[in-house]
């Protein structure tokens, strides 16, 4: 691949504090930056992480053993899961894909591009994934790939998808999390601390890993699977970094931001993020952290703990069969 995608260890983990849901996020301004970014011209050098991410996605569907009926993308873009997933649709372990995202010129570029691709079996629709419009139980299958981070209130979206997904349904998701670009936020605010005499935020805040589990519980989702990986990119400059992001739509879009950051301030946090950061080739080394998140709706027919003090045998019997293959070695 062109830009180098490292990627580090799997961890597997669980969370069990309460998350926090803010309003911090512009959705109008968002909603220009994903469609500014979806019908450029070249939009399709940008298009490298998220269909990484969605193969990755559907690498994780494809383990387990189920067919889908009927099938949502939240947040489709430019059809990065539909893509990844057409081998599911073509064996019939995905039967039906709708996907669905916030703007007309969105879901065109997304048709568009599946047809490019040989995608036969989806259908396309605009829906905000902060006000999804379905009936209940409709879905067998929610995917999510890279856009629910722009949510405003996390848990409430997390309650929709699990409206909307039939008992035992399944929910799959990939998220940045909070350890993104870190190298960036870290750059620009020592730069700007040096150039304004201030701080602010350049770069959106995300779910962190320990809060994930939380949000997928207050969203009634069970039998979670939470693990995250590193991707790491690399680019020559913080400017190429700057026009990557905004060619993939992930401009800031917090309600909060400094209009004006200026080349100086800008020139410096380079030059930060090279002493810092740098790669052996000159170049800068870009961190996404991403969340790979997977639950089930709640089915009378799922396996359950069995209740405490039910167990019929104890550990203090261990003891007595260690004694006895002890006298008989």
């Known amino acids: 691949m062109r830009y180098g995608l490292i990627f580090r260890g799997i961890k597997n983990c669980t969370s069990s504090r309460r998350g926090m849901s803010v309003l911090v996020f512009d959705r109008d301004a968002k909603r220009r930056h994903k469609v500014l970014s979806a019908s450029a011209a070249g939009a399709s050098e940008f298009d490298y992480l998220r269909d ?169 989702v069970v039998l979670t699977t939470i693990d995250t990986e590193d991707i790491q990119v690399q680019f020559s400059d913080i400017f190429s970094l700057m026009r990557h992001l905004k060619g993939m739509g992930e401009n800031n879009a917090l309600m909060k931001r400094r209009t004006y950051f200026g080349n100086r301030a800008f020139t410096r946090a380079n030059e930060i993020y090279k002493e810092k950061f740098g790669s052996e080739d000159g170049g800068i080394i870009a961190t996404f952290q991403i969340i790979y998140m997977l639950g089930w709706k709640y089915s009378d027919s799922q396996p359950r703990p069995l209740k405490r003090g039910s167990a019929t045998a104890s550990f203090k019997n261990l003891e007595g069969m260690s004694e006895v293959v002890d006298s008989k070695r």
């Open 52 to 220: 990484e991410v969605a193969e990755r996605v559907i690498d994780r569907l494809e383990d387990v053993n189920r067919n889908f009926k009927r099938a949502l993308d939240l947040g489709c873009g430019r059809a990065h899961v539909g893509i990844a997933a057409n081998k599911l649709l073509q064996r019939d372990k995905v039967h039906s894909l709708l996907q669905v995202d916030q703007a007309a010129p969105i879901i065109d570029a997304a048709k568009r591009r599946c047809e490019e691709e040989g995608v036969l079996q989806a259908a396309f629709d605009v829906v905000d994934e902060e006000r999804i419009p379905f009936q209940n139980e409709e879905f067998d299958l929610v995917v999510s790939s890279l856009a629910l981070h722009w949510v405003n209130d996390l848990p409430g979206s997390m309650v929709q998808i699990n409206n909307i997904l039939r008992p035992d349904g399944l929910f799959v998701g990939a998220m940045f999390g909070g350890d993104t670009l870190s190298e960036l936020r870290i750059s620009m605010q020592l730069a700007e601390e040096e150039i304004w005499s201030g701080l602010s935020n350049h770069v959106s805040p995300f779910v962190r890993l320990r809060d994930a589990g939380s949000v997928l519980g207050r969203g009634g």
